[in-house]
């Protein structure tokens, strides 16, 4: 993520659901752990809607989702992953959330906050789902100037 071999002190990771990080960030999570910064994980969504499988309840899948962030970021190195609940797939930016992640922002006071991209885009190999798109709002909007 830097060239110029910035570690934080403190970083928190805030994503829409359980595995954006892994696809996106956790190199950075994990090369900033690995030399003594404090990483935290906060994933907003349960990721509660990830799964068509037959008999695959809601409750069910948010379970495994959460078990399988949690040894994620365990393996990358972070010392704590913060699970908020919000329902997968109907995540928007409200005051609410923004709320919620600043108490987050204000608990572990991180000296960087990553999130995702606010901006609306695709191509023919990814598309900014709104979920991401709603959490990069709210996250921006939450670390300045609510926190």
Request: net charge negative; glycine share 8%.
């Amino acid at each position: 993520m830097s060239q110029n071999g910035y570690v934080p002190e403190r970083a928190l990771f805030i994503y829409a659901h359980p595995d954006d990080i892994e696809f996106g960030v956790a190199g950075t999570a994990a090369k900033w752990a690995k030399q003594g910064c404090e990483v935290t994980y906060v994933i907003i969504t349960d990721g509660n809607a990830g799964s068509h499988e037959e008999g695959m309840t809601k409750e069910k899948i948010a379970a495994i989702r959460r078990e399988e962030q949690s040894a994620a970021a365990q393996t990358a190195g972070a010392q704590q992953c913060v699970f908020l609940g919000y329902d997968d797939g109907m995540l928007q930016p409200t005051l609410a959330l923004r709320k919620d992640l600043v108490r987050e922002i204000r608990r572990y006071r991180p000296n960087v906050v990553v999130c995702g991209d606010p901006a609306f885009y695709y191509s023919e190999s990814y598309i900014n789902h709104p979920d991401h798109r709603a959490a990069a709002v709210a996250t921006l909007e939450a670390v300045f100037p609510a926190a």
